[in-house]
């Protein structure tokens, strides 16, 4: 994982003086934590939509082009939701050639 904002401390950096401002690996369990998270709500956020696309389509007191207006609206921000899932997994991946 490529972390840009986080740099190794420099040659002169006393860790018996500041041992709590840099631990690499609490700091990345803490990121990938935010990533699980972000993913988790946008995934949850797609689903309440879909369910909500399924309740309209179904509910029998909605007129034809009101159906038709909310679908197409709630459709619009699903695929908005999938096209920031896609971007926020292009902004989280691993880039083989950054890590070299």
């Known amino acids: ?8 401390p420099s040659k002169n950096y006393k860790k018996h ?5 840099y631990n690499k690996k609490s700091i990345i369990v803490k990121i990938m934590r935010i990533f699980d998270i972000i993913k988790t709500e946008l995934l949850s956020d797609k689903l309440k939509h ?20 909310t679908i197409k609206t709630l459709l619009s921000v699903v695929a908005m939701i999938d096209a920031s899932i896609l971007k926020f997994n292009d902004y ?3 880039d083989v ?3 070299k």
């Open 17 to 21: 003086t500041l041992p709590f401002i």
């Open 97 to 99: 050639e950054e890590e």
């Open 92 to 94: 989280i991946s691993v």
């Open 1 to 8: 994982m490529s972390i840009g904002c986080l740099k190794k």
């Open 50 to 69: 879909e369910e909500e696309i399924e309740r309209v389509i179904n509910n029998k007191n909605l007129e034809t082009n009101d159906k038709v207006a």
